[in-house]
Each structure stands twice: as C-alpha cells, then as structure tokens.
C-alpha cells in the first residue's frame, strides 16, 4: 500500500512539473486564439503566463511537500520492512543502510522519470493545450496556498 501512495505522489509531482513547463513554454499568441475560439482555460493560463509569480510559489510548494511526504513514508515504512527482511541474511548487520539506500534510490529514480522527465517532456508536445487545462486548478491552489 505504501508503494502505491508514494506513486500516486510522484504522479501528483508530475502534474506540478508538467503544468510548469506546460505554462513556461506556451506562447502568448497560441494562448490568445484559444481564447478568442472562447477557451476559459486558455485565459487562465494567458494569466499564468503573464504574472508567474505566484504560480511558480505553488508548484514550488507542491514539488516540495511531495517530496516531504514521500521521503517520510519511504523511510518510515518501506525502508524497515526491506530491513526487516535482510537481517536474517549476511548483510543483517547492514540492514537498516541498506534498506534506507534502496529505498532513496528507488524513489529518487522513479520521481525523476514519472516526476520530472516524462512529464516535462508530454508538456513541452504541446504547451498550450495543457497550460489550458491545468491552469484554473492551478489558480485554485494558487489561491489556497497564498498568504493572507
């Protein structure tokens, strides 16, 4: 079960990551015509595009508590019960590092492929379209997460 939340928040970190560089890479222009064909996303994310500030505080936020809470969870959990396996094993006295390193490893590699790269990389095919759907969300949160 805990693999399966510490996915679903690298996944999470995905959609951070892709809105991002979804937002960053959009042209005004491409922007502007959605908006004239009536696109409400698309005028969320012209906005995104213009006044970034705020928005990048929120995916900053967001990559970072991600990132918090999957440590905590893959350390906490995951890293005893590879531990609790090895320590009948030669390596038992080296259990808990190795546990530990496996586990770093692990979430490291699976958050830079599903949590960075891949997403990054569907952002970057086509920019306006996701800038489009992930902006109102996006302000949402921008909104939730701002000081007073």
Same mark, same amino acid.
């Not at 937002?23 to 005004?28: D, N, T």
């Not at 496996?102 to 490893?105: E, G, H, R, S, W």
């Given at each position: 079960m805990e693999l399966l939340i510490i996915f679903i928040l $690298? !996944? $999470?970190? %995905? +959609?951070?990551a892709m809105t991002e560089a979804a937002?960053? *890479?959009?042209?005004?222009a491409r922007l502007q015509q959605q908006i004239?064909? %009536?696109?409400?996303?698309?005028? *969320?994310?012209l906005d +995104?595009?213009?006044n970034p500030n705020r928005f990048l505080s929120t995916v900053q936020i967001g990559i970072t508590l991600i990132g918090i809470f999957s440590g905590a969870l893959?350390? *906490?959990t995951i890293a005893a019960n590879i531990a609790g396996a090895l320590r009948e094993t030669p390596l038992?006295?080296?259990a808990d590092a190795i546990g530990f390193g !496996?586990?770093? !490893?692990l979430t490291t590699y699976l958050s830079l492929i599903f949590g960075e790269l891949v997403p990054k990389r569907l952002a970057l095919s *086509?920019?306006?379209r996701i800038a489009a759907l992930a902006a109102r969300p996006m302000q949402a949160l921008a909104r939730i997460t701002s000081p007073v």
């Open positions: $690298i !996944l $999470i970190n %995905g +959609l951070f937002v960053i *890479a959009s042209r005004k004239d064909k %009536g696109s409400e996303g698309a005028k *969320a994310a +995104l595009v213009e893959g350390g *906490a038992g006295d080296y !496996l586990v770093v !490893l *086509a920019p306006e």
